[in-house]
């Protein structure tokens, strides 16, 4: 397998893991050569009811056998799209109602730049430093990362950058601004929280100036943080929240829901503000309203906050200098790169699956599935600790 994997298949960097899955289930993933995986990333947060949950398999091969895809986004009804908005709806805070369902986290970032735009008649953007929002033109004019961007320019315009939760940069924030848009957690950045009520204050200042505050729920949205949404954390309502990843339940979607007033804004003035052919398509919708029964009518997202505190609970070692973020949603810091490094690499060897950060070097992820359990997560940090002796 790996010699096509590298042959065909496009890769994103010269060294992949190249493990080859055979199958994966619960916070298991098993390789062809019958090795066995605790898996503490979930698909980098996007798996998370873990592999292959029963609920979830269950919605997608009902759908298979009524219909796949019968017609772009947006001009038949059809039910597990239109069920999926309605329970996120019901779910959601007022005024966010209204769901447009995408393909990807990255097209949903497009999609509320657009409405964004499009509602306030303004073009300014501003984004945080060090955030991450997508790979697509759009997301991508979002970050502060030159060495990722030079080679693509020119990208959008009129994008310009604040510091995250630093109050003196949000005077940057006017009429000008079309919207300011902040991922709830900073998570490429290291999963840094926001602080001193950091995001009411954006939200404050947004709404002196009529600039809308977008919020990308991208990794904390669907429970990771012990609430369905991250924001729900910080007492706040964004007027676009943007998610994906882990609402799929392991298959590819995003979405971005606002008021129906905003909303609306996008199927006129022009007709089609925003189209795609398979966003909402409805093996996806199923296993994604699936997913987003299952967290908000189980106790995993109380069990989230439990499971994170025996992580910290465990975890205590001199070489971790600190456990940042929320719930499910950790990343631990050691004294340096190559420690992180090393650690990933050396507890896939011993049947760990870790990972990195993309712009803290010295960060390494721990995002399990929502559904592990207790003493699996004893199991891997178990792991954890035995390598860190060793590097020590
Ligand atoms: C915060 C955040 N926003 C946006 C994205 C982009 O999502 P996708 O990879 O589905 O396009 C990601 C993916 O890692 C993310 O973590």
């Not at 007022?94 to 509320?112: D, V």
């Not at 392991?250 to 189209?275: C, Q, R, W, Y």
Request: charged share 25%; net charge negative.
């Amino acid at each position: 397998m790996k010699n096509d994997f590298f042959k065909y298949q496009a890769q994103t960097s010269p060294h992949p893991l190249a493990l080859e899955i055979d199958h994966a289930t619960g916070s298991y993933i098993y390789t062809t050569e019958g090795k066995k995986y605790l898996d503490f990333v979930a698909g980098v947060s996007a798996s998370s009811l873990g592999h292959r949950h029963l609920k979830v398999v269950e919605a997608i091969k009902q759908q298979l056998d009524r219909y796949l895809h019968v017609m772009v986004y947006g001009e038949y009804a059809q039910g597990p799209a239109m069920e999926l908005c309605r329970l996120l709806a019901e779910n959601l805070p007022a005024p966010l109602e209204k769901t447009y369902l995408t393909n990807s986290g990255t097209e949903a970032i497009e999609g509320a730049l657009k409405l964004a735009r499009r509602f306030t008649g303004r073009s300014q953007i501003l984004a945080a430093r060090n955030a991450y929002h997508g790979n697509t033109m759009g997301s991508l004019s979002l970050m502060t990362y030159e060495e990722r961007q030079k080679p693509f320019r020119p990208l959008i315009g009129d994008v310009d950058f604040i510091r995250f939760n630093e109050e003196e940069d949000l005077q940057n924030i006017t009429e000008r601004t079309a919207a300011v848009i902040l991922e709830t957690i900073q998570g490429g950045a290291g999963f840094i929280l926001p602080k001193n009520d950091y995001l009411k204050k954006v939200k404050k200042r947004c709404e002196e100036v009529g600039a809308l505050l977008i919020l990308d729920e991208i990794q904390p949205g669907f429970g990771r943080t012990g609430k369905l949404f991250g924001f729900e954390n910080f007492n706040i309502v964004p007027d676009v929240v943007v998610m994906g990843k882990g609402m799929g339940g392991g298959l590819p979607v995003g979405a971005f829901t606002a008021s129906a007033a905003m909303m609306d804004s996008l199927s006129e003035n022009p007709k089609m503000g925003h189209i795609t052919t398979f966003g909402g398509n409805p093996v996806i919708a199923a296993a994604a309203l699936a997913t987003l029964r299952e967290i908000t009518e189980s106790n995993l997202m109380t069990e989230a906050l439990e499971k994170e505190e025996l992580i910290r609970e465990i975890l205590v070692h001199p070489l971790i200098s600190e456990i940042r973020g929320k719930g499910l949603m950790l990343a631990l810091i050691l004294p340096s790169a190559e420690m992180a490094n090393e650690l990933v690499l050396r507890a896939q060897d011993k049947g760990l699956i870790l990972f990195w950060l993309l712009f803290e070097a010295r960060a390494v992820r721990l995002t399990p599935p929502l559904t592990i359990s207790k003493e699996e997560i004893k199991e891997g940090c178990g792991i954890i600790l035995e390598i860190l002796d060793v590097l020590k």
